[in-house]
């Protein structure tokens, strides 16, 4: 007994060391470390273990890359039989067999109207330098600089993709209303909501002392992610392509996080059926590695040779591994997976707006799904207001199933939106990490608790997942009622 427990005071003093090493050492500009004290030292699908000995439930995935889940069997096959082979790992753009089967399983999954004519450029690593080669891509095209962004849009941290995230810097964004319905700017929601945001593109577009040139490109995510988990209405989507196309606007679409099965379609652009003309790829393409692509039509491919290069574009292991997930989601059914559980997922979490009052809003599609907490002691009347009318009359909207989607609670229940509570989100992502459980926060006010399961996830663990989840809201409401958690300011 004694020794177990000096092994396991053992075990806690170096995790706890690891991470106070961390604080003292690490950027000021640590983000998820700071709200998920854990040191992951194994992990397999769905289950993190920590140096403490702890296991969790893992819904952050990487930030939306993990696909297969952690150290999936066939990425971990794939990633061996290249390290056996002797493949170089490291070969800048060179073409190689491992190479060529990424392009073959990423080509065979890609919408049909751009898989027969696409090109794929391979750029650095990560999702915002794929959105600055399309940038670049699309002004080199168009011979245009400006371009079309939406509001709670991320596309990345480099200064380009940042720009067109709402960050502040000298590149010529303009910003357009993207659709939502708990929030909705115009205080309608519902595809009136939608149809009012469209018709303010076109009028920026069309109209002459709008401020805002013929641009280069319009990029959009078709379900924002860190905006909030916002999809798209697929008739709004419709429409971003009739406006681009009638003005020979490229349109971006940005599926870093969207790809790969994620919102319960392979690309999320299929459920409107739009065909874009440029598609940003990274996240789960790599399989848990580095990898990012842009993938355009060829009658765009106006770069000169050298035009946009890079030395870490030809990450062997990553291939391997993105081409085994990719084959993986596709034989297996896994997009079709996500859209149903998915779906049944949303049905009992919007259960938790009617329970608790801090829960405001649950939204999302396929296996990306927001749990909105507001501040219930807050004026709704007065947020109602803000934000622009007192009249909500919510339509439907796309829930997290496939299209005609089932409608969300706000579809059935006109409700007015509280203000937003990033504290109690925050006391609610405590809570869960206490049950075990990793969920993201995300959205314009950090309000929004984020579940970005794999898709391999068991009926089982995502019931274990919901049921801790609401465990840890309840907790946050009793604290909240006994004024425990603090209430946001504003
Ligand atoms: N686009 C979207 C839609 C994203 O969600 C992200 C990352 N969350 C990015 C771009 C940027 O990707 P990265 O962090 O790999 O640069």
New binding site residues.
């Given amino acids: 007994m004694a020794v177990a427990e000096s092994v396991s005071g053992g075990v806690r003093g170096a995790h706890e060391g690891i991470l106070r090493r961390q604080s003292a050492r690490e950027s000021a500009a640590r983000t998820y470390a700071r709200a998920l004290p854990i040191v992951p030292v194994r992990a397999r699908g769905l289950t993190i273990e920590g140096a403490d000995g702890r296991r969790y439930l893992d819904c952050l995935s990487g930030?939306?890359t993990l696909a297969l889940g952690h150290n999936h069997p066939v990425v971990l096959e794939a990633i061996r039989k290249v390290l056996d082979s002797g493949a170089p790992l490291s070969v800048l753009d060179l073409a190689t067999p491992v190479k060529d089967a990424f392009i073959t399983e990423l080509f065979r999954t890609l919408p049909p109207g751009l898989a027969d004519r696409a090109r794929v450029q391979f750029c650095g690593p990560?999702?915002?330098?794929a959105?600055e080669a399309a940038f670049k891509l699309v002004r080199a095209a168009t011979g245009r600089a400006g371009i079309l962004a939406f509001t709670g849009a991320?596309?990345?941290?480099t200064t380009g993709?940042l720009a067109a995230s709402g960050g502040a810097c000298d590149v010529r964004v303009a910003r357009l209303p993207y659709p939502q319905d708990y929030r909705c700017p115009f205080g309608v929601g519902g595809p009136r909501g939608a149809e009012l945001a469209a018709r303010w593109t076109e009028s920026v577009l069309d109209d002459p002392k709008s401020g805002v040139p013929l641009p280069a490109g319009m990029i959009l995510?078709p379900v924002q992610?860190?905006g909030g988990v916002i999809p798209a209405p697929d008739d709004w989507m419709r429409r971003m392509r009739q406006i681009t196309a009638a003005r020979a606007i490229p349109l971006i679409a940005?599926e870093?996080?969207?790809g790969v099965g994620r919102t319960g379609a392979f690309w999320a652009v299929e459920h409107s059926g739009v065909t874009p003309d440029v598609m940003?790829l990274?996240?789960a393409i790599g399989g848990s590695l580095p990898l990012?692509v842009v993938v355009y039509r060829d009658d765009l491919d106006v770069w000169e040779p050298g035009a946009h290069a890079g030395t870490f574009r030809g990450n062997q292991l990553a291939m391997a591994a993105g081409t085994a997930t990719l084959a993986h989601v596709r034989e297996n059914g896994l997009t079709e997976r996500a859209a149903v559980l998915g779906s049944r997922m949303f049905s009992q979490l919007t259960d938790l707006t009617r329970e608790f009052a801090c829960v405001g809003d649950v939204r999302g599609r396929g296996l990306m799904i927001g749990v909105e907490v507001v501040d219930p002691q807050g004026d709704g009347e007065a947020e109602t207001e803000r934000q622009g009318d007192a009249l909500l009359s919510p339509g439907p909207v796309p829930g997290p199933g496939n299209d005609p989607a089932p409608p969300t609670a706000g579809a059935q229940t006109p409700r007015t939106p509280l203000p937003a509570a990033p504290e109690l989100a925050a006391a609610v992502q405590r809570e869960c990490l206490r049950r075990g459980l990793i969920v993201e926060l995300g959205g314009r006010h950090a309000s929004v608790v984020r579940l970005l399961p794999p898709l391999t996830i068991s009926d089982e663990q995502a019931a274990a997942v919901l049921d801790r989840l609401a465990d840890a809201v309840a907790a946050v409401e009793r604290l909240s009622q006994a004024g425990g958690a603090k209430k946001p300011s504003g």
Avoid: N, R
């Fill in positions: 930030a939306g990560a999702g915002t330098d959105v991320y596309h990345g941290m993709a995510e992610g860190e940005d870093v996080q969207t940003v990274s996240k990012a």
